[in-house]
């Protein structure tokens, strides 16, 4: 099992989910380093990853590399799940100028500040409400803080030239979950409907006091939706 973390997240996003996951199977994090294309870090990953085939789970930014390696290599995916994700490109016009300039504005931040100042800007519309202050919030913080700023300005390239996903999905051959925290404010519920209805059979979960960083503000319920989906993937096998 593989799962990718979003942008400047690392292993701790998945840390409950690999401990308790990982008693029959092998589960392996991916890191992206300083990679500035989405192709390029699915590439890297197929390279380096010794297993023929694997459920493959894409948290955020995680999501859409998970779509490229289905788009590269359909034959190697047992199944697909994206959490707290998406598949639309930037916008074009004045939507996707405003989603360049605000993610350049949070680069140039970490460039002139550091990225704790950075992460603790970022952070808080990432959560439910309720975790701002929290310790789980000072975790999130350390996460992104524990990356330099040239890795932030790399994963940002990558993303403002993200491809568009839905035709992975509309072509999908193999399980697919969705799961999105119902406080996400940054990926909604209403996204992953619509990218439901694209995929027959897909199954959608929608985790109740949860915002964007699913996998650690509600792990118990993640874990059990990815084991439900694990199931449908080792049926694959």
Known sequence: MLLLPGLVCDAEVWASQQAALGGGRE??????????????????????????????????????????????????????????????????????????????????????DGMEAMARQWAPPMVHPAVVGSALFERVVAMV?????????????????????????????????????????????ERHQAMQALVPGAVLTLVDDCGHMSPMEQPQAVTSALARWLEQCDGRA
């Open 27 to 112: 589960v392996v994090v991916a890191h992206w380093g300083a990679l500035d294309s989405i192709a390029r870090m699915a590439r890297h990953l197929l390279d380096t990853v010794a297993a023929p085939r694997f459920a493959l789970a894409g948290h955020s930014m995680g999501g859409r590399v998970a779509l490229e390696v289905v788009r590269q290599a359909p034959e190697r995916v047992l199944g697909l799940a994206l959490l707290d994700s998406g598949t639309a490109p930037l916008a074009a016009g004045a939507p996707g100028e405003a989603e360049r300039q605000g993610r350049q504005a949070l680069v140039a931040l970490a460039q002139r």
């Open 145 to 189: 803080a524990r990356h330099p700023a040239h890795i932030f300005q790399a994963q940002i390239q990558a993303l403002l030239n993200r491809p568009d996903g839905a035709p992975v999905l509309q072509q999908l051959q193999c399980p697919l979950l969705l799961l999105c925290g119902r406080q996400d404010g940054w990926s909604p519920p």
